[in-house]
């Protein structure tokens, strides 16, 4: 778990200072539209601090990678890549928005989910579960 939680420490930290500093740019890159509005400028800003809460908190949690708090931060990264491709598809398929960095996001996050799951089970195993 404790590469896990470092991969997505960095990389959403990156999402995460991107969204921040530069809301619209990055929302070109991914969906290929810029933000039209202060108001869908400052949202994105609000999802790039949670991301970067994320990203800090996995960050934190690698030294004690194998305790319960740490398994439950995984659940709730399961959820968030599991949502996030969601969000992504139903913005490609309903909405016809993608940019450059649209499939690479998506496949990042299904392979995340699956790396969650796959870290879950494996712990599960090991507990005799």
């Known amino acids: 778990m404790k ?6 420490a960095v ?3 990156g999402a995460g200072v991107a969204l921040l500093g530069f809301p619209s740019a990055t929302a070109s890159l991914l969906l290929g539209s810029s933000l039209d509005s202060p108001a869908a400028a400052s949202l994105a800003r609000v999802g790039g601090a949670g991301i970067l ?17 740490s398994r439950g931060l995984v659940v709730a990264m399961l959820f968030y890549n599991i949502a996030v491709a969601g ?6 398929l309903g909405d016809g928005l993608h940019g450059v960095l649209f499939w690479p996001a998506v496949a990042f996050h299904v392979t995340m989910s699956v790396w969650c799951v796959t870290s879950l089970l494996r712990k599960d195993q090991r507990a005799g579960r």
């Open 53 to 69: 809460a994320l990203a800090i908190v996995c960050w934190l949690a690698r030294p004690d990678a194998q305790s319960l708090a």
């Open 87 to 92: 969000v992504l598809a139903t913005a490609s």
């Open 11 to 13: 990389i959403e930290a």
């Open 3 to 8: 590469t896990l939680l470092t991969m997505t």
